[in-house]
């Protein structure tokens, strides 16, 4: 018989809150103990999430101090600081923060939190008792450079990428609205996104005398779900020298597969799947990395972070069927 | 050289106002004096119409009570009303209301509205001072409907329509935020849609003993522009006479088309038509039409409103090229 | 430890092969013994459903004689009947067909085969030997009528249907084609489309004294996945009744769900659920129901069917995450 | 009374065609005299075209050897060439070619051909007799260096571009399947599309010391119409300097704009225009530029290199209703 861990959701009434109750609630290790909501409270976790109408009996509570094993911290930005600042959660409560707060090596007085890409440092993970969940964009990017700046050789890059409309958020707002955006292209905080600082933060670590920019141009795309990107640098590696170093470098990660024919979005969406092609022109590599911003850039990693954290298997729960079409 | 009419948009930052300010600023027999907007009064009209840029230097006047020969009216339903009995425009002003205050044969003191569909009542909108503009769901409907009743064979009949979310307007709400909408159908207002009002008022006039319903599904569509309708209902025509009697009611009609071959959608985006087909199975008879929402079904009929009350051509500054794609 | 039954797809390179194939690749029950495409034979599942890179290793066959406990033909339209003709299969084997050749009661020599719609008929799948599955449009507009045809208030229904480009298959054809049908909206097969005949035959069998029609209106919608239906039809019921009815009807039915609030697509989408949603307006009862057309309106069904004839939990396999967005 | 043109268009049945076709059918100066289609000869324009019902009897035609003015070549890429070297038109009849054949410098026995940016050299094409008129992607991008070039500040270039499905034309293929395209993004021919040649020479006439590479990435969108570009390079202008150079160097070209505040792609579908976006982030000076592919990137662009050539207003016929929506 199974041994089940508790595990508890703040903030459940948004798009990864969402998201990461789905998985829970699927998954064979985990009761899900509350789901918390300021907003929802008192009314079923269907109010919000229609598609789990026959699936979960779930009412979104206020409280959220019952304990728990692990507590998923699905907040705006800025957000979990504050919650961690004015509430005591028992020291043996594994967080883990989906927002943004930690990722740059703040801490509380008394909670250390580790960056959670588990193709970065897996055996750091598996050891942390709080988990710093990456950004979406930031894992993307990161997933596409590591192996690179591993071995020393990342150089300037130039970096693009597309987003899904739920990577900013439930909130109504000029950005999402369908008439806008359907059919349409625009760009953001060029060259100034904010997970440009968890992105440098790795890399230096992996290599620390890379002192040049990933200069990053984001855009937002007129679909919902997904990551797409292509990073360009100089690079002295053959195409097959790079395939080979990727390729030890992931074959250990069961959701980053390094793939030989050209790779599009919907391949990994609604998955957990990071998929990598490399080409290599003249000079230059390039490397297009795609993943699901909601789950390998989100809630699918910070399962796969509790998951490493409490010593089940990597994958479980995260056996996603992809929506293909 | 072209004597040019004056022409006042009232609530020109919203959709409607926006396209019928696109429409005027081509037209050849019209100056825009100016485009009142509470929101935006003060701003260039490309703040909030962007394509626009490059085309006008308009700015946005809180002022609507200089003169012109006719006065757009692009308020959300119940304004047009307030705005009337709050503000004396001169009696050489003609209006032309789209929205639906006064579609159901509601007057003021000192104006009458022709309801203008000019498909059902050319003459009486050559003729008009003031005209109500039909509903995008309402000309759709009875565009399709028109010739049964002339010629009194109209009996119940099933009808769905589809529309695009610029048919929801301009304000933020959760039916038009695109990760909501984007690849979703729904539906609303199921047989209960407002402009049933003004379809059953106009088919009762043509068919005077027509006592039977319109039952109409609409539906929310996941794309921005258009509006296709199938109304299905017994009729004792062969598809040849039906053909035959259709064809003959639009002939003179140069925004209408019945076709042949079966229609899509996306034949009538950006522009002024409506296209219709029919199709006869059993003791059924299947009609389909199409329109786009923003224009047959709002600011292109109230421009070719405009035509016909100053006696330009009907089609004058509506000769658009359809983005067929 | 789980006893395991083997099954082979036999045209496994399309989409509903490809569907079926990856609700096996995790269902706990199955091992996928082989999975046989013409086309493909030699190469790689991957080479065609290459979300399932990292997945699986399976290699499509174009041999498909190894004994299996279930067959699941995933074929074209005719092509089942003439294999079944042409190649003999143990009798032990259970065929599961997701063609329509076998629906309307066609047998082969040896073979008999149970319309597979568990809400009609699960005891007959129960004890069944080989299922003819049904079709995508016919199971949405059934669930939506099936509770009505029970208790005999079925009258002549009027159906409005929109699905997914994936119901019109993986060829290339001008309706499928991107540029044409992005934001497009199209009719199709009005009131004869191909579905209508085991609609009939299931409800003439519910309610044998049924000689109306069901007019469905076929409409091409402009996403991939899933399956809107508006059916309409006058009934003595009051709401209450009639919701009563159908939740008694589906109470035991997990995968069909009625619901008080108004539905929308997307909630069923990369799922195997039905949503059911009444309103009453007048005399006139509307009912709409989803589905998405691969799983509960193909693969998804047709492993439930499996499900149901091999003595495994009904929903095994088929607890899939929503897409939601 | 105005004097017309005569107009040929060869290969009319495509989607640059059918757009130069809408183009010229309102264009005030320019009467069309045939469209020729192989495959289509004989049959209605609007069986291809079928938004022009109702505007249009023209029919297809086999031959194109009437004498015209000016003759628009919507061939494949390769087969203006060949038509030329197979076929004598008068020398008075003035060519526009829309393919790929003439754009480097090529000629054929008696043509010289004018590449027809006239944003870049409208003197040139002022005098020409022959245009090559530029790709879509080579239009954009070039119109977001060329006042760089034009000052000598030109340096490496990283460029992502990302296109609508139209610009992969009307045949059916794998990347434009509307199940595979809907929702998703992709990348081809990564930093060797075949446009880089024209870009380059281009760039070269105006900076001649220019040896660096633009970096193009291009992608592939799930929308139709439109093309969206950031170039990203060094540059020691201020922001401010950089804005008053694109001001400056694009004041007498009336449908190029540098727009101050961020754009969106859907500002300029169904239209003429190009709009242009600064940013300056550290030393990096980023360029946003966008246009619609089948407009400025293709037949709004031949139809301005026609009014050039034959001394019309430049904007004459291109004073389009963008779609917005």
Chains 1, 2, 3, 4 share one sequence.
Not at 95 to 112: A, H, K, P, Y
Request: aromatic share 8%; hydrophobic share 35%.
């Amino acid at each position: 018989m199974v041994n089940k861990i508790k595990a508890g959701i703040i903030g459940g009434a948004g798009y990864t809150g969402g998201e990461t109750l789905r998985l829970l609630l699927s998954h064979p290790n985990v009761d899900v103990a509350f789901v918390q909501s300021r907003s929802q409270a008192g009314k079923p976790v269907t109010t919000t999430h229609s598609d789990l109408i026959g699936e979960t009996d779930l009412v979104y509570t206020s409280d959220f101090n019952q304990p728990v094993d692990v507590l998923f911290l699905c907040l705006s930005h800025g957000e979990s600081k504050k919650l961690l600042s004015e509430n005591i959660f028992p020291a043996t409560t594994r967080i883990i923060d989906l927002g943004n707060d930690f990722r740059l090596g703040d801490t509380t007085d008394s909670r250390e939190f580790v960056y959670g890409l588990p193709e970065f440092q897996r055996d750091k993970i598996i050891a942390a008792k709080n988990i710093a969940n990456p950004g979406c964009f930031a894992t993307t990017i990161q997933l596409g450079l590591l192996p690179l700046a591993k071995v020393g050789l990342l150089k300037e890059v130039h970096t693009t990428g597309i987003t899904g409309s739920t990577g900013a958020g439930q909130k109504l707002q000029d950005a999402t609205h369908f008439t806008w955006r359907a059919n349409n292209i625009s760009a953001y905080k060029t060259l100034t996104h904010q997970h440009l600082g968890e992105i440098n933060q790795t890399l230096k670590k992996l290599q620390p005398d890379f002192s040049e920019t990933v200069n990053f141009v984001p855009w937002r795309g007129d679909f919902t779900r997904g990551i797409f990107v292509t990073s360009v640098l100089d690079c002295s590696l053959t195409l097959e020298e790079a395939n080979k170093l990727y390729k030890e470098y992931y074959s250990s990660h069961p959701f980053t597969q390094v793939v030989d024919e050209m790779i599009d979005l919907k391949q990994v969406v609604n998955t957990n799947k990071c998929l990598i092609h490399l080409e290599k022109v003249g000079s230059k590599l390039a490397i297009h990395s795609i993943t699901d911003n909601l789950l390998k850039g989100a809630s699918g990693q910070a399962v796969q972070n509790m998951n490493l954290m409490f010593g089940f298997d990597e994958r479980e729960g995260l056996r996603l069927k992809s929506t293909v079409f």
